[in-house]
């Protein structure tokens, strides 16, 4: 009983494993085997491939089964086949009865009677697939199914499986038929388990499911074991990643680490900075002297890293290559022993190996991720080494600099300007140079090639690879802004003290004025023969002023720069020297220059005088250029006895012609014979072509005279002539005439220099005057049309209210006046057409100026369309109107604006009325004696009306000017006024009004 129990337990224990597995399966990413992964125990995949079949036949299934048993598998069925199949008959009715009373609801399954089970299409799902199989007898056709697993996501559901066609099985499927269920799964052994066990199964699975203790059982258990042993993973995380990452903990990186920790150890000894002692250097040779040192250290740094890039390289080759010699797996002894059998390996043992092989590729794997950051430390460690060594280079060079010189470190040169003394280098140039120098050891540090940036390893990165800047990490150092700022203070102070020893220098300025006050260009356009003795004055002067040089002192030391006089005591001596060797030089150079140019110009002019022109264009050209050079005779033998006088002037000053300038000297003197030689040829030339070139000349001429009669003719006919051709057309073929004549004109002014540099008379050209007169006529007539045609366009298709009929009657009779113009000049179709079209519009003129009135409203537009016999609209076009005939209607349109303007008018005198009264006060007075009577009166002066006014508004007619308001809105009420008889003595218009005497004596 104990060791059964021992057994429940641990079956049980190993079910939950399986099924934590499944879980932790479930929340990862597993990577599967490839597809062509043999089967455990050497069961290929292929043996379940049919190739579209969803199911097998019956000799596959035999087939399948005798494979498995041979491979030690217990088959598609039990190992006796005769009592399987006798006990199948017998259990088989038992199966079909209780296969209808059991109850699929535990596993949320429908359930499927198993009449409709028969017909293998209608199988679906795993549990459908068991029915079929239970109740199909041997005559069944269909011999196994395929299936998948079913996408549950993190629900275990091991038993729900899905029927699908063989193409679509995965590498983990599940294969049934008759005899049970076949479970393949790469990497394990096939599993067979019958129907009715696989059957009894799904139920008690289905329904411990229901149970909350099961239900939840997974998940309960997955927390408690992540509550024990969350801090204890931690603990392992931590440990394996100090181990995995710990480079002197692994055998790989250790030696080479410490051989890189060599090199930057080297590269800290390295000589940055050498300053030879006792020795002065000028800012230019110090700097070229620290370059080589810079150098030199460069070299070694690139040493050094080649050296550490070797050892990188050597560790990534070895990690590298024993990577892909685990992945790619033991080779097979092929060598045979004395028998001549191949060695074997028992199974645990190639597992053993196997076990220790994948051990060995994930830790080989696992250094070769670690390749990029031993990468990145032999970087930081070589940046490091080199940070160090620029400060400490530079303390040393502060603390030289510091110290006591008996000689100058730098050179700085006295040299003069106008007023002051100058100093070489400026305090500026040392401070720029002193900058460069520390800017060039940031620069050679940074120059050195960084591992990290190396291409060789840049496989081993996936990203940009981003490290530490060392320019800047040494630019933001405390101590190197320290060291920079006393430099700067050590150079300042000692630049002080130098320019006050400079003070003696100042008693040589007359000597620096002297030769800064000398002008060369002065000297040099002066005529030197005549002022000859002055220059022999000034140059004794320069010779005193040399015994004065001789007696300047020359060094001294101030602080870190020894002061050099000896370069202005020879820059002084030079500046005498040069005054008076340039005035000698001077004129040699003048007549050097000269001669040069003067022959120069003689060889080019021969030049031009020596072509042989062919065509007419060609020979044009160089009888221009002939007459040009005739011209300029002259002025070039005046040039060559210049040149002759300036060598005269040379020798009498003792100044040596170089040989050079003598040869060119002669060949100017013989240039001269051999021009005027060249000049008579081109004479000759001229004289012997003009004839023939006048005779091509005169033929273009005619070609010219051709070309304008075709013109004239296409002008004179065709599309250019036609009243009904398109505007548009004809404006295009006459702007290709233009071109084609403006050519003509060029090639008319040509032709014409052509002939008077030929001495020929000049060609009328009157064809091309008749063709451009004609040419402008037909332009000026077709393009007014199409101007015309244009405006006519505009105004019909725009509305009629934004037309103005006074502008377009102005338009119409200026166009009148043009028309007629040009009919009475062309008297052609062309122009009568233009002509017709504006009388016809001329004649519109007067119903477009009546409509275009502004007085016509609305009541005056509806009699205009009852008369045009159109229904009334507010918005129209003048082609509208054209279309109802409004000019059939002239004298009605005539009429109704008359009208129009003379209501307007009224209007207008009855508002100035209104606006009037409006603002007249009134006052009651008795009527003299009377007590009964009141007369209405004016306070202030009534206003004044025509006779005609007031005629015109009591006298107007309701029914003839509806449009008027009624009298009673005017006046008062009839009712409580009594106009007295007009006889009395009042104004008509203010018609005394009679009151009945009122309860009061207000009004």
């Not at 190396?454 to 405390?478: A, C, E, Q, R, Y």
């Not at 000859?532 to 004794?540: W, Y």
């Not at 091509?696 to 304008?708: G, R, Y």
């Amino acid at each position: 009983m104990e060791g059964g129990r021992s057994r429940t337990m641990r079956r049980r224990k190993e079910e939950e494993d399986i099924n934590m597995l499944a879980v932790a399966e479930r929340l990862q990413t597993a990577n599967r085997r490839d597809e062509g992964q043999m089967l455990s125990n050497g069961v290929a995949p292929e043996l379940f491939d049919l190739k579209g079949m969803k199911t097998m036949t019956k000799q596959y299934e035999e087939e399948l089964d005798v494979l498995l048993r041979a491979r030690g598998h217990p088959g598609m069925k039990v190992v006796d086949m005769n009592t399987l199949s006798e006990k199948r008959k017998s259990e088989k009715n038992t199966r079909t009865t209780l296969l209808r009373q059991r109850s699929f609801e535990a596993r949320g399954s429908e359930i499927h009677s198993v009449d409709t089970l028969h017909a293998s299409a209608s199988v679906k799902t795993g549990t459908q697939a068991v029915q079929f199989f239970a109740t199909a007898d041997e005559s069944e056709e269909t011999k196994v199914m395929f299936l998948n697993r079913c996408d549950t996501g993190l629900d275990f559901r091991p038993y729900d499986l899905v029927v699908i066609p063989r193409e679509e099985i995965k590498s983990e499927h599940f294969t049934i038929s008759a005899s049970g269920v076949v479970h393949i799964n790469p990497g394990v052994p096939a599993q067979f388990t019958p129907l009715s066990e696989w059957w009894r199964a799904s139920s008690i699975f289905s329904t411990l499911r229901t149970i909350p203790f099961f239900k939840n059982y997974l998940v309960s258990k997955t927390r408690l074991l992540w509550f024990e042993n969350v801090r204890y993973r931690k603990y392992c995380q931590i440990r394996r990643r100090l181990v995995s990452r710990l480079f002197l903990a692994k055998k790989a990186f250790f030696s080479i680490l410490m051989e890189i920790n060599r090199q930057t150890v080297d590269v800290r000894n390295v000589k940055f900075i050498q300053v030879k002692d006792k020795t002065t250097y000028s800012i230019d040779d110090f700097a070229e002297s620290q370059t080589g040192v810079r150098s030199q250290a460069t070299k070694v740094f690139e040493s050094i890293c080649d050296k550490v890039q070797t050892l990188l390289e050597k560790v990534c080759e070895d990690v590298s290559s024993r990577v892909r010699q685990l992945e790619l797996g033991p080779k097979e002894d092929e060598a045979a022993n004395s028998n001549g059998k191949v060695r074997s390996k028992s199974m645990q043992q190639e597992k053993q190996e196997a076990i220790a092989r994948q051990r060995a590729l994930a830790l080989a794997r696992q250094e070769v991720g670690l390749l990029t950051n031993f990468i990145r430390l032999a970087d930081y460690m070589m940046v490091e080494s080199l940070m160090t060594l620029t400060v400490e280079s530079t303390e040393d060079f502060l603390g030289m600099l510091q110290s006591t010189h008996k000689v100058g470190v730098y050179s700085i040169t006295l040299s003069m300007a106008r007023g002051r003394i100058l100093y070489s280098p400026e305090l500026s140039d040392i401070q720029a140079m002193m900058e460069i120098f520390l800017d060039a050891l940031l620069n050679c540090v940074q120059s050195v090639p960084r591992l990290l940036y190396m291409s060789v390893f840049k496989p081993h990165f996936d990203d940009k690879v981003i490290g530490p800047n060392l320019m800047d990490m040494i630019k933001t150092s405390t101590v190197w802004k320290q060291i920079c700022r006393e430099i700067d203070e050590v150079i300042l102070r000692d630049f002080n003290d130098m320019v006050t020893y400079s003070e003696f220098a100042k008693a040589y300025f007359p000597i620096f004025e002297y030769a800064a006050d000398y002008d060369h260009d002065s000297f040099k356009n002066q005529d030197h023969l005549q002022n000859s003795r002055s220059i022999k004055l000034e140059m004794l002067k320069l010779r005193g002023w040399g015994e004065d040089l001789d007696r300047m002192k020359l060094q001294n030391v101030s602080g870190i720069f020894q002061v050099d006089s000896k370069t202005l005591k020879h820059f002084l001596v030079n500046e005498k020297d040069r005054v008076l060797e340039d005035m000698k030089s001077v004129v040699l150079e003048a007549a050097k220059e000269s001669c040069a140019k003067v022959l120069s110009d003689f060889q080019q002019k021969i030049k031009m005088l020596s072509k042989k022109p062919t065509s007419l264009k060609d020979f044009a050209s160089y009888v221009e250029t002939k007459n040009a050079i005739t011209n300029e005779l002259k002025v070039l033998m005046t040039s060559s006895q210049t040149v002759d006088e300036m060598y005269k002037v040379l020798v009498q000053f003792d100044v040596k012609i170089p040989s050079a300038q003598m040869v060119l000297l002669d060949d100017l003197h013989g240039i001269n014979s051999q021009f005027q030689m060249h000049l008579d040829g081109a004479e000759t030339e001229v004289s012997g072509k003009i004839s023939q070139m006048s005779s091509t000349l005169k033929s273009q001429i005619n070609k010219l005279d051709d070309q304008l009669m075709n013109i004239m003719a296409s002008l004179g006919s065709g599309i250019v002539l036609d009243p009904e051709a398109d505007c548009k057309d004809v404006l295009e073929f006459l702007a290709e005439q233009k071109v084609v004549i403006d050519d003509i004109k060029l090639d008319a002014e040509t032709y014409s220099h052509y002939q008077k540099l030929f001495g020929l008379p000049q060609h009328e050209y009157g064809n091309l005057v008749t063709a451009s007169d004609m040419f402008d006529k037909k332009q000026e007539v077709w393009k007014t049309i199409n101007d015309w045609e244009d405006n006519v366009f505009d105004w019909q298709s725009q509305s009629w209210f934004s037309l103005k009929p006074d502008d377009m009657d102005k338009e119409i009779q200026a166009m009148t006046k043009l028309a007629t113009k040009l009919h009475k000049r062309d008297n052609d179709q062309v122009s009568e057409r233009l002509k017709q079209s504006v009388m016809r519009w001329k004649g519109f003129t007067a119903v477009l100026v009546a409509l275009g009135n502004p007085a016509l409203k609305e009541r005056h537009w509806r009699k205009i369309f009852e008369a045009m016999e159109v229904p009334y609209q507010q918005d129209f076009t003048l082609m509208d109107l054209i279309q109802w005939n409004v000019f059939m209607i002239k004298d009605t349109v005539e009429e109704v604006s008359g009208v129009a303007s003379g209501e307007m008018a009224l209007e207008l005198q009855l508002q100035k009325i209104e606006t009037a009264w409006s603002e007249l006060k009134f006052q009651v007075k008795g009527y003299r004696d009377t007590k009964d009577v009141f007369v209405l009166g004016v306070a202030s002066s009534p206003p004044t009306f025509s006779s005609s006014s007031l005629l015109l508004f009591f006298s107007f007619s309701p029914a003839r000017m509806p449009f008027l308001p009624p009298p009673s809105s005017l006046l008062p009420p009839p009712s409580s006024l009594h106009l007295f008889p007009s006889s009395l003595p009042f104004p008509p218009l203010l018609s005394l009004f009679c009151l009945p005497r009122p309860s009061s004596a207000s009004f």
